[in-house]
């Protein structure tokens, strides 16, 4: 089942092409990497879906419901989780207590913040916690944790919304490399357990081709190749894009 596709996207700034007539597809339990060297287009790309910036041309769909240039917090609603480069916690609350104000939020009750913070979702922020490894870390502040520790409480605040689509701006970003490998795995599981789509950008080739189903890549705005991660490898085209620019591709 196709959870989010995409058509024919453009957007430019001034004079700049930034996206050119971009499709893509997620299915459910899919993990879709889409990646590029820098000013290929990708963060242009999720903010268009995500609803940051309307698209100058294309349609964006949800399990078939157009949401094209819709605003962020109502396509949340609807489903769509995501998360940051940069971690979007509240470093002066628990673990918990953070998983919980999304849990609230996603129940309409923030308005009962800070009166039922400690009681409201906290079995249920528990239990999001326990399936990222991070139960036994539930009553420290954020403050005091690992970044990687942090990326996996994101990682329950996004499932609090219990989405059908995650979009994830490289979740591995700051991690060791065990780290990004075991996030990356976590990512899998839950995708496949909850069938959520995935669609992540990434600049660790390891993780990307270890861990994705299909990789979409960008060039200069343009979809240049797509397909399983051994198809992908093996484009000429992408190949001489990633090495004639000295990116990420040196061990192709």
Same mark, same amino acid.
């Given at each position: 089942m196709t959870v989010l596709s995409a058509s024919g996207l453009v957007k430019s700034y001034g004079g700049v092409k930034a996206v050119r007539g971009v499709d893509l597809r997620v299915d459910a339990g899919e993990l879709l990497a889409l990646i590029g060297p820098n000013g290929a287009g990708k963060s242009t790309c999720f903010n268009m879906l995500m609803g940051q910036i309307a698209p100058d041309?294309?349609?964006?769909?949800?399990?078939?419901?157009?949401?094209?240039?819709?605003?962020?917090?109502?396509?949340?609603?609807?489903?769509?989780?995501?998360? =940051?480069?940069?971690? #979007?916690? =509240? #470093?002066?609350?628990?673990?918990?207590?953070?998983?919980?104000? #999304?849990?609230?939020?996603?129940?309409?009750?923030?308005?009962?913040? =800070?009166?039922?913070?400690?009681?409201?979702? #906290?079995?249920?922020?528990?239990?999001l916690l326990e399936r990222v490894g991070m139960a036994d870390q539930a009553e420290r502040p954020c403050s005091v944790l690992a970044y990687g520790d942090l990326k996996r409480v994101e990682l329950a605040m996004a499932l609090a919304n219990d989405p059908k689509l995650l979009l994830m701006d490289e979740p591995t970003a700051g991690m060791a490399p065990t780290e990004r490998q075991a996030m990356m795995a976590l990512v899998a599981k839950l995708a496949r357990e909850s069938r959520i789509a995935v669609l992540f950008t990434e600049h660790d080739m390891d993780a990307v081709f270890t861990h994705a189903d299909r990789i979409v890549v960008l060039n200069r705005g343009r979809v240049i190749a797509e397909g399983e991660p051994a198809d992908v490898r093996a484009d000429e085209l992408v190949q001489r894009v990633y090495l004639g620019g000295g990116t990420m591709f040196g061990h192709v």
């Open positions: 041309a294309g349609r964006v769909e949800l399990l078939g419901a157009d949401i094209t240039g819709q605003a962020p917090r109502r396509i949340w609603r609807q489903g769509v989780g995501r998360t =940051f480069q940069i971690t #979007a916690t =509240f #470093a002066s609350m628990l673990v918990r207590e953070n998983v919980q104000t #999304a849990l609230m939020s996603r129940h309409r009750r923030l308005g009962n913040l =800070f009166l039922s913070a400690t009681k409201l979702y #906290a079995e249920g922020a528990l239990a």
